[in-house]
């Protein structure tokens, strides 16, 4: 046996030292923590957005406003079905014996579920912001809170996984 974690048996990795299976099981139990916080998010605002077309306001938009609208409710619907895909992944290959390979695509749901929550938010925001002010500030207030969202979602982690990774 070689000291600081290096292979202690034929199933062991480096590291936290547990097999692939326990791997798996910890990694599948922190991404459904993350995918809860972003589905409660998506969930509640895909909500407020099927109801906005059912209020008198909606027939006084602008054709725009409506397209702007009818986009963001389609991006919340599939934002819907990124972020709950991991759950019905997992239901349907429970018990198989693919939960690494389940745990992989369940992380790349719950990014593209991320992306595509950037992508409702933002819609969602140009819309309430056209709406609210009809300045021609919107797009860039905007733009700037899309590039706040990319920097905490995208850049930080990026950055800190650049940085803090050991060879």
Not at 22 to 43: C, P
Not at 98 to 108: E, G, H, L, M, N
Not at 148 to 156: K, N, S
Request: glycine share 8%; with cysteine; aromatic share 10%.
């Amino acid at each position: 046996m070689t000291d600081q974690g290096a292979r202690v048996d034929s199933g062991r990795r480096r590291g936290r030292n547990e097999t692939e299976e326990e791997r798996a099981d910890r990694m599948w139990t922190e991404l459904i923590q993350e995918v809860r916080v972003a589905q409660m998010g998506v969930q509640i605002l895909f909500g407020f957005l099927l109801t906005v077309v059912f209020t008198p306001k909606y027939d006084d938009l602008s054709d725009t406003d409506q397209m702007i609208y009818l986009v963001t409710v389609v991006l919340g619907a599939v934002t819907t079905g990124a972020l709950i895909g991991p759950v019905s992944l997992h239901r349907i290959v429970a018990g198989r014996r693919v939960k690494p390979q389940a745990v992989r695509w369940a992380s790349r749901l719950t990014l593209l579920g991320l992306v595509l929550l950037l992508a409702t938010t933002t819609a969602s925001l140009l819309l309430i912001l056209r709406v609210a002010t009809h300045d021609g500030f919107v797009p860039y207030l905007v733009a700037g809170v899309v590039f706040w969202y990319l920097l905490c979602w995208f850049g930080i982690p990026l950055w800190t996984r650049y940085r803090h990774t050991t060879r």
